[in-house]
């Protein structure tokens, strides 16, 4: 029977059977690698394409973002080291971008008032305007609020007396200090430095937009040290102007000045407290001041129209009737006869939140929180005899640098609670340092013969030039760090 089998019947050998399986095996993979290298040429150009853009650097962390928005919230940004400009003391000078431009939006926000100076309501974008940021490559973490200040003779960054928006409170030189070193000094972070300060590329950063200041007379500070530092980019002075033609006064709570050639406006919105101020008439017909700490400020129908909000609260919580707490606190229709002021605080906080929660989209708009600026008062307080005249230079060692009062515990709780995510400037420890800057005895213009009165000293606010310029450099530096400003080209 075995005879008569065909050859190709048999069963192979041991030797010819492995010889078989290796030939098989060889033409798979010879025919696995060929598909192979025609998938990767069909496919080149997306694989290339995907490349492009996992080699972007990543998004900058920080410790208090919240990850459900585009915009990330905390003192500790990611920064690129600069390169040393003309002075080894200046950090890079970006280029100006005047070609910068943000992404359209919906017309959803565009609804401004009558006398609106901006035209434009448009999302904010990531910068790539070949150059006009800080080079991206080596990034490291940096914490800005963590450092000193070094003496830098290229500041101030507008010469004292150049700037008109300078209110007399704030402009000590023309009423009559004398010493000039508190000019000259620069908030260096440990680990890097902020980009030097460029008005050209912030304005270009938030054409078309509206930034707002909303606070108490510190933020007043800050917005008119703002506005003196975008002066300084304008080639026409005369297109930035207050679009009601108002003078800064301290009388008065609320300013739009327009910048023409960029199309945006610099606002400040007057609100002590962020929450409803009112008044409690009694039996006998007199009035009681009172504040409604469930319920937003009036003035919060303007905040809505801003694209970049900066807000503070803190210094009128320490004061009068807000401190003591009686007969003051208002939840609902009920006026607490007694009523902790750090508890009413935490709780007028909390209402802030939800109102920037509800109302604030974060893709479209962004949110700032200014810190406590920190006050100097010796042997006494603001209304009792406290001084800071003839402080010439910053603490630059001592207990006082360590600070970090209740009111700004509380800061950080609430900003952790919320859904939207709000960038902390957290300049406490900055101002800490600073109890040469504040206008003492200069807070008034005295003419020659009169006696500089000394009864009481402004040791809260400070002088312009001075330490706000420093809070708004640390605004753009969150612009330039972030990418925030432009469109990114892919």
């Not at 033609?245 to 962020?274: A, M, P, Q, W």
Request: some cysteine; overall charge positive; glycine content about 8%.
């Amino acid at each position: 029977m075995i005879s008569q089998l065909t050859r190709w019947q048999l069963p192979l050998p041991l030797g010819s059977k492995n010889r078989y399986t290796i030939t098989v095996l060889l033409c798979l993979s010879l025919f696995l690698f060929t598909v192979f290298l025609f998938s990767k040429r069909a496919f080149e150009p997306t694989l290339f394409l995907y490349r492009d853009l996992f080699s972007q650097p990543p998004p900058f962390s920080s410790s208090l973002t919240n990850s459900r928005s585009s915009f990330s919230s905390d003192s500790t940004l990611s920064i690129a080291p600069p390169e040393p400009a003309h002075s080894p003391t200046h950090p890079l000078v970006p280029p100006n971008s005047q070609n910068n431009s943000f992404r359209s939006i919906s017309d959803e926000l565009s609804v401004h008032d009558e006398t609106d100076p901006v035209q434009e309501n448009e999302s904010f974008g990531i910068t790539d305007d070949n150059g006009g940021d800080l080079s991206m490559e080596g990034v490291k973490e940096c914490n800005f609020y963590m450092g000193t200040w070094v003496k830098d003779e290229g500041y101030p960054i507008y010469k004292q007396g150049s700037c008109p928006y300078v209110d007399e409170a704030f402009d000590c030189q023309s009423n009559g200090r004398g010493d000039s070193d508190y000019l000259k000094w620069r908030w260096k972070p440990d680990g890097c430095d902020l980009p030097r300060f460029n008005a050209t590329d912030f304005l270009s950063r938030i054409r078309g937009k509206r930034l707002m200041l909303v606070g108490d007379s510190m933020n007043r500070n800050q917005f008119e040290s703002i506005l003196c530092l975008l002066r300084e980019g304008l080639h026409n002075k005369s297109k930035m102007y207050e679009i009601h033609g108002h003078k800064i006064t301290k009388g008065r709570g609320y300013f739009v000045f327009k910048f023409e050639d960029y199309n945006c406006t610099v606002e400040f919105v007057r609100s002590h407290f962020l929450v409803k101020e009112g008044v409690r008439v009694n039996a006998h017909g007199n009035s009681n001041p009172t504040l409604s700490i469930d319920q937003i400020d009036k003035t919060a129908k303007r905040w809505k129209r801003a694209d970049i909000l900066v807000f503070n609260t803190g210094h009128w919580w320490t004061h009068g009737k807000t401190a003591r707490g009686k007969n003051y606190y208002k939840e609902g229709d009920y006026l607490y006869p007694e009523f902790d002021s750090v508890v009413a605080y935490k709780r007028a906080l909390r209402t802030w939140a939800n109102w920037v929660d509800k109302n604030v989209n974060p893709k479209k708009q962004l949110v700032f929180y200014r810190g406590y600026s920190s006050a100097h008062f010796r042997g006494g307080d603001w209304d009792s005899g406290g001084s800071c005249k003839g402080e010439t230079g910053p603490v630059l060692s001592g207990t006082i640098l360590n600070n970090y009062p209740q009111k700004m515990k509380i800061v950080d709780e609430v900003l952790k609670e919320m859904q939207v995510p709000v960038k902390l400037l957290n300049v406490t420890r900055l101002t800490n340092f600073r109890k040469d800057g504040h206008p003492s005895i200069y807070g008034k213009n005295v003419t020659a013969g009169k006696k500089v009165s000394t009864r009481r000293q402004d040791c809260s606010h400070w002088c312009l030039p001075g330490v706000p310029d420093a809070w708004n450099e640390l605004i753009y530096a969150t612009l330039v760090s972030q990418q925030i400003g432009t469109k990114k080209k892919i």
